[in-house]
Each structure stands twice: as structure tokens, then as C-alpha cells.
Nanobody
């Protein structure tokens, strides 16, 4: 059974920081591209950041470049999202995703975790 379990969300003031974690089980995590998406109320889900493997090439949405950092620890089957200088517009439910396009392919999602940036 494949599981992606997010943790680390919560309420933070503008300008603050949070680190999200996503622990994967049931898949060969090191062979998957790992990503963070987010969905704010009334908006579509958007890609925030992704990281490849084994070469950890990264990609970021323009709105988070310079503030967010994605990383992974394949030994722990975990992907992280360090979020700094948070803004109110970062408020959303954040989802972890793991995708593998080559056979055996797979596309898995976590249950989502709330991040609220507010004073």
C-alpha cells in the first residue's frame, strides 16, 4: 500500500517560516520525481516545487522562487519544503506528490496539509 504522509503545517505569521515534510512508503521513492502542490480556496491546484532523482534538479513556481527550497532524503523516503518569508498569499492546502513516468509508472498524492499565514 502506497502512502504519502505530510506533516509540519500550521499557522504562522507573515514573514515567518515553516518546513513541510512528506514521508513516502510502499514505493521505490528514489525513482520518483517528488513535488509539492498547493490549492487555495477558490483556486486551482498549482505546482509549487519539484525535485528529481537521482540528480536532484529542482524547479519552482515564480511566486516562491528565492523563498522556498525543496529537498529530499532518499534514505528516509522523505521530501521537504522549507518555506521562508511567508506571505498571506501562501495560505493554502499543500499536497505532496510522487510521480514516475517510466514503467512501472505511478502517480501518488498525500492527503494534504493546511498552511495558514496570518497575523
Amino acid at each position: 500500500q502506497v502512502q504519502l504522509v505530510e506533516s509540519g503545517g500550521g499557522l504562522v505569521q507573515p514573514g515567518g517560516s515553516l518546513r513541510l515534510s512528506c514521508a513516502a512508503s510502499g514505493i521505490a521513492f528514489s525513482t520518483y520525481v517528488a513535488s509539492w502542490y498547493r490549492q487555495a480556496p477558490g483556486k486551482e491546484r498549482e505546482l509549487v516545487a519539484s525535485i528529481a532523482s537521482p540528480i536532484p534538479n529542482t524547479d519552482y513556481a515564480d511566486s516562491v522562487k528565492g523563498r522556498f527550497t525543496i529537498s529530499r532524503d532518499n534514505a528516509k523516503n522523505t521530501v521537504y519544503l522549507q518555506m521562508n518569508t511567508l506571505k498571506s498569499e501562501d495560505t493554502a492546502v499543500y499536497y505532496c506528490n510522487a510521480v514516475r513516468r517510466v514503467w512501472p509508472s505511478g502517480d501518488y498524492w498525500g492527503q494534504g496539509i493546511q498552511v495558514t499565514v496570518s497575523s
